[in-house]
């Protein structure tokens, strides 16, 4: 076995001194523990002030496929994954030659030198940093579980010299987490050591990309999206969810169940005020949501794109009835099982039209966990004002990866909005109550909950109907339920989140983004401003779509239409919703799975731009 290796690039070149400010890589295999020394380093970066965001790409196995985590450090606060990678740790050898080859010229390779690099795998213009990491667990550890696990930690007190991460913070997370395991403490305090103590005693400590305490982060938690959705739900004062398992939507309602034992129990009674059902199958699921939501309760169900397609027929049934109910799509890449592990923004045409015959839908598209919160509260709020489903889009990148956001807020004065219900005392001042009449014009009908007064009862059906709630076949009366159908969803945009806008006053190009995808553009939106560009940038946070995000279109010469699929699905929604010829707005599509990055956005900027310019 050999030794410590520390060979400083051939080239001589190495990357200039970068403080808060740089992107390293994990590689290792899956189950093996890597999660919780990945977990342990963002962690201890985010409490020594410094903005810090984190990328976890996995298999959709369990255990013994490649994964990888990305780290980004930002003193800027920009949080989109970056394609070039400062450091890379390689602890993988069915991955090292990708691995290596991922390092930028000028970076840092730490490897586990326990075993050499074939000579294959050596480059002459980074550093190689070798730590014999499986050599010192096995002398270290006992158990070979123990030796496995524990490699991982001893990786991260490797990197805790290099980067200058402070070990009493690291000392402090662990004993957060291990505070009722003594032995596990105390071994991964050891683990801890064996790398730190090594590095510092065999490289020069830190290196030029490194670490220095900041106070960023005062007013930040780290929160993934699953988690913020499922905390939204609960404050909404949701009580039933009924799901199916599917990646990488299942940690949504397993959160919302955590939170629910806590929060939903009576604590003198131990009654549980809520009710959770694993359906055989989502179809099941999205049934048990409307008739919960018909009953009264605030009801949900969180899925992903397959799960969405055998929901069809009853998200149609709940907009035809006018059945409030609401969905949590986590996206993932496809089609069919596709890659479950992967984020992209492919189902917005299944959603926006879901079920047969002529259905639109409300989606809200949130950029962050920050903004799941809010939005699954707003959700519900629009599902029962509007007797309409309603989907929170959100995807992968989103839902489980950890982001750094603003502390949440709560007015404890909020109060549900219902919309449209009648209670008892005003079912008693009407002659007679007809489920689908419009009294004002704005498309929405009053409704009741079941029990309320036999005065209130009505029969809720799939089949044609009347404003009366009848069985009808007659063609001018379902002609006029879908018109108001229709004139209901055109009220409902006007109170979807309008649009955010950053605009210039001489700005001719207009970049248009939604979701995830946020973070990459509002970097490229900077990155191109300050190569002499003067861009605006318009994120859509709703659909349907209001007049604004029509002057935007119109208002520029030049759009960008940013998002993760490759048909280009959000152009098409706004081609066919506000009539926008689709050569006015160019595609800028990423859909690879992994998470965007600013230099894409900017690479097609500015090729495009160059492009049309030499043609004119």
């Given at each position: 076995m050999s030794g410590s290796s520390s060979a400083p690039p051939a080239s001589g070149f190495r990357l200039p001194a970068a403080v808060n400010d740089f992107s390293f890589k994990i590689a290792t295999v899956n189950g093996t523990g890597s999660a919780s020394a990945n977990a342990l380093l963002m962690q201890s970066i985010f409490r020594m002030g410094i903005p810090v965001s984190g990328k976890n790409i996995f298999p959709s196995n369990i255990q013994g496929l490649p994964t990888w985590y990305d780290i980004r450090v930002s003193k800027d606060g920009y949080t989109a994954r970056l394609p070039e990678i400062d450091l890379v740790v390689a602890l993988n050898t069915g991955t090292y030659a990708a691995d290596i080859a991922t390092v930028r010229p000028g970076g840092y390779l730490l490897y586990d030198s326990s075993w050499p690099l074939e000579k294959s795998l050596l480059r002459d213009d980074i550093t190689m940093l070798g730590v014999p990491l499986g050599r010192m667990c096995v002398e270290a550890f006992q158990r070979d579980r123990d030796r496995t696990l524990l490699r991982n930690i001893a990786y991260a007190g490797a990197l805790a010299a290099l980067f200058a991460i402070d070990m009493d913070v690291i000392h402090e997370a662990l004993q957060e987490k291990f505070a009722r395991k003594k032995s596990l403490l105390e071994a991964n305090f050891t683990a801890i050591r064996l790398g730190y103590d090594y590095a510092m005693a065999n490289f020069a400590c830190p290196l030029p990309i490194h670490l220095e305490r900041m106070n960023a982060n005062a007013d930040y938690v780290l929160m993934d999206g699953n988690t913020a959705s499922a905390l939204g739900a609960v404050y909404a004062g949701a009580t039933v969810g009924a799901w199916y398992p599917i990646t990488p939507a299942t940690s949504l309602m397993e959160a919302f169940t955590m939170f629910c034992e806590r929060y939903r129990v009576d604590p003198v009674t131990k009654e549980r005020k809520f009710c959770i059902i694993q359906a055989e199958d989502e179809l099941a699921s999205a049934g048990i949501v409307i008739g919960a939501n018909w009953a009264g309760a605030r009801a949900f169900t969180s899925t992903s794109g397959p799960g969405l397609s055998l929901m069809q027929e009853f998200i149609g049934l709940a907009y035809y009835t006018e059945t409030p109910a609401v969905f949590f799509d986590v996206q993932r890449t496809g089609p069919s099982t596709g890659l479950p592990t992967r984020t992209q923004q492919g189902d917005l045409l299944s959603i926006a039209y879901a079920s047969h015959g002529d259905t639109k839908h409300i989606m809200l598209f949130p950029a962050n966990p920050e903004e799941c919160f809010y939005a699954a509260v707003k959700a519900f709020d629009l599902a029962d004002r509007f007797q309409t489903p309603t989907f929170v889009v959100t995807d992968l990148d989103i839902g489980m990866n950890d982001w750094m956001v603003k502390r949440l807020e709560w007015d404890?004065?909020?109060?549900?909005?219902?919309?449209?219900?009648?209670?008892?005392?005003?079912?008693?001042?009407?002659?007679?109550?007809?489920?689908?009449?419009?009294?004002?014009?704005?498309?929405?009908?009053?409704?009741?909950?079941?029990?309320?007064?036999?005065?209130?009862?009505?029969?809720?059906?799939?089949?044609?109907?009347?404003?009366?709630?009848?069985?009808?076949?007659?063609?001018?009366?379902?002609?006029?339920?879908?018109?108001?159908?229709?004139?209901?969803?055109?009220?409902?945009?006007?109170?979807?989140?309008e649009p955010e806008l950053d605009v210039r006053e001489v700005a001719t190009v207009g970049i248009v983004g939604f979701g995830s995808c946020h973070a990459a553009i509002r970097e490229a939106v900077d990155l191109l401003r300050s190569q002499g560009l003067?861009?605006?940038?318009?994120?859509?946070?709703?659909?349907?779509?209001?007049?604004?995000?029509?002057?935007?279109?119109?208002?520029?010469?030049?759009?960008?239409?940013?998002?993760?699929?490759?048909?280009?699905?959000?152009?098409?929604?706004?081609?066919?919703?506000?009539?926008?010829?689709?050569?006015?707005?160019?595609?800028?599509?990423?859909?690879?799975?992994?998470?965007?990055?600013?230099?894409?956005?900017?690479?097609?900027?500015?090729?495009?731009?160059?492009?049309?310019?030499?043609?004119?």
């Open positions: 404890d004065d909020f109060r549900p909005d219902l919309g449209k219900v009648l209670d008892a005392a005003e079912l008693e001042k009407i002659d007679k109550y007809w489920r689908y009449m419009d009294s004002d014009g704005d498309g929405i009908a009053a409704r009741t909950i079941p029990g309320v007064g036999s005065k209130g009862a009505w029969f809720a059906r799939g089949s044609g109907h009347d404003k009366f709630g009848a069985y009808t076949e007659d063609s001018a009366a379902y002609r006029e339920v879908l018109d108001r159908l229709k004139r209901k969803l055109a009220t409902a945009a006007k109170a979807l989140p003067t861009v605006d940038y318009m994120r859509i946070r709703a659909f349907p779509f209001d007049q604004p995000v029509a002057d935007f279109l119109e208002s520029h010469e030049t759009v960008f239409v940013v998002e993760q699929n490759r048909d280009a699905q959000m152009r098409s929604l706004l081609a066919i919703e506000l009539g926008v010829p689709r050569d006015h707005m160019t595609p800028v599509l990423d859909y690879d799975g992994l998470p965007l990055t600013s230099q894409t956005v900017v690479r097609a900027v500015t090729n495009h731009l160059a492009k049309a310019g030499a043609g004119k």
